[in-house]
């Protein structure tokens, strides 16, 4: 899962670059256009090249040591995913940034890189809410409670990401629940950034139905 978490940080690595250029060519010289692109432009130039070296260095140690029937640390996957939750909130306002300085930024580039970023975030919040509430815990459901669960079968760490993906395709009704404070805070958190998307994709697609007319 953190492979395919790398995957799509690399495309939406090259969308971010995309959308940071066409805005760094076509600036106003606004101050909320300046900061926007800096941002923006910081994180394609600068963070994205070096990080995806370091995780692909890391993610193929991690596989060559698998290979050999070594077993990492469990440091070395938390590190990662500890990375692309981060990743996860400087994307998330990145977007939110751009989406404001949408009639600088090529038609579609915006909204494709939110489509993009979809998987990426539910993926990404299946893995938080299944390391806290699964592993190394004596029992799954003291820190989140998933409502579409078989409780007789047992909770496995596909239940968590399904939880993820299926909040997000019944407009944001909640199949996750928090139990602890903890948890409650992390779903509210959840819940506030799924909202947030369905707000930019349809500012997005107004936007770009307003250029087309």
């Known amino acids: 899962m953190l492979a395919l978490l790398y995957l799509l940080q690399t495309v939406n690595a090259e969308m971010l670059r995309r959308a940071a250029g066409s805005l760094d060519r076509q600036l106003t010289g606004t101050a909320s256009g300046r900061i926007v692109a800096d941002w923006a432009l910081i994180q394609a130039d600068h963070v994205h090249p070096v990080a995806m070296l370091v995780c692909g260095v890391w993610l193929a140690a991690l596989a060559l040591a698998l290979g050999r029937g070594r077993r990492p640390p469990r440091w070395t996957f938390d590190g990662l995913g500890v990375w692309f939750s981060l990743r996860l909130l400087a994307e998330y306002l990145t977007i939110n940034g751009l989406i404001f300085e949408g009639s600088k930024v090529e038609p579609g580039v915006l909204l494709g890189q939110i489509v993009l970023y979809l998987p990426y975030f539910v993926i990404t919040w299946g893995w938080i809410f299944h390391r806290l509430d699964l592993v190394n815990q004596d029992q799954p ?4 409670m998933l409502s ?59 936007q770009l139905t307003r250029s087309l007319i």
């Open 141 to 144: 459901g003291r820190i989140v």
């Open 148 to 206: 579409d669960a078989d409780q007789a079968r047992g909770i496995s760490a596909f239940d968590y990401y399904h939880a993820s993906i299926s909040t997000l395709l019944n407009k944001g009704k909640p199949t996750i629940a928090g139990v602890s404070r903890t948890g409650r805070l992390l779903v509210l958190l959840y819940l506030a950034m799924v909202l947030g998307l369905y707000a930019l994709t349809f500012a997005r697609i107004l």
